[in-house]
């Protein structure tokens, strides 16, 4: 299979690129408890993957007397955002296949469903020279689990999304990608992948080959 069969590769970018999930759920945490009320271990699974949309609709709800999902976000995005910027670490593989895709010429797209700011400072810490675009929160009508922001990465590199392979590593993320057309790729979730899905454990079991056969058995 030629490399122009695989259009693209897009990358989520919290858990996928970076370890970013534990820093996430301690913002979550911190807004909470700010608020006047503490999230449990269950909150800790139902916020894995959100976006700060829906992961604010969630706080917002456990809390008596919450000023409301708009102020809820803003407060989750300030918080996430300060512990971003006291840097990141790249999970096991991604920096290779970034570069393995850059030396094939394949297009690497980030789409995340964290907020402009926090997507800019991870950037400074992968590369961003190392992708050809990225998609926020915001950047398109709606957030994941819809399709939009996958059909918004394939749409601005000019490529068939079936023609793309999404790399997620939450269920979330997963419905976004299948429901654009990607082939999706799960990383880390093992035994609880959706049915059909592959699932590798790391990004260091992934390599070029592997990407072009999830085209080709998606097609």
């Given at each position: ?17 970076v ?11 911190e807004?909470a ?21 829906d ?45 393995a895709?850059?030396?094939?010429g394949?297009?690497?797209g980030?789409?995340s469903a ?7 400072l ?47 590593d939450?269920p979330t993320?997963?419905a ?11 990383v ?7 049915e ?24």
């Amino acid at each position: 299979m030629s490399s122009e069969a695989l259009g693209a590769v897009l990358f989520d970018m919290d858990g996928t690129l970076v370890d970013t999930e534990d820093l996430w759920w301690e913002a979550c945490a911190e807004v909470a408890v700010g608020l006047g009320s503490a999230l449990g271990p269950g909150d800790r699974q139902a916020l894995f993957g959100l976006p700060v949309e829906d992961a604010a609709c969630h706080v917002s709800g456990r809390i008596p007397g919450s000023p409301g999902p708009a102020a809820v976000a803003a407060l989750l995005t300030t918080a996430f955002t300060a512990k971003i910027e006291n840097g990141v670490t790249t999970l096991p593989g991604a920096v290779a296949l970034l570069e393995a895709l850059r030396a094939a010429g394949i297009p690497a797209g980030l789409v995340s469903a964290s907020p402009r700011p926090v997507v800019d400072l991870v950037l400074e810490t992968v590369g961003g020279d190392r992708f050809r675009l990225s998609v926020a929160a915001g950047d398109s009508e709606r957030n994941k689990p819809a399709p939009d922001p996958y059909l918004a990465a394939a749409r601005r590199l000019g490529v068939d999304p079936a023609s793309c392979v999404a790399i997620e590593d939450s269920p979330t993320g997963i419905a976004s990608a299948a429901g654009a057309g990607c082939a999706v790729l799960a990383v880390g979730l093992g035994g609880t992948a959706p049915e059909g899905v592959v699932a590798v454990s790391s990004l260091e079991n992934v390599d070029l080959a592997l990407l072009r056969l999830l085209v080709t058995r998606a097609t």
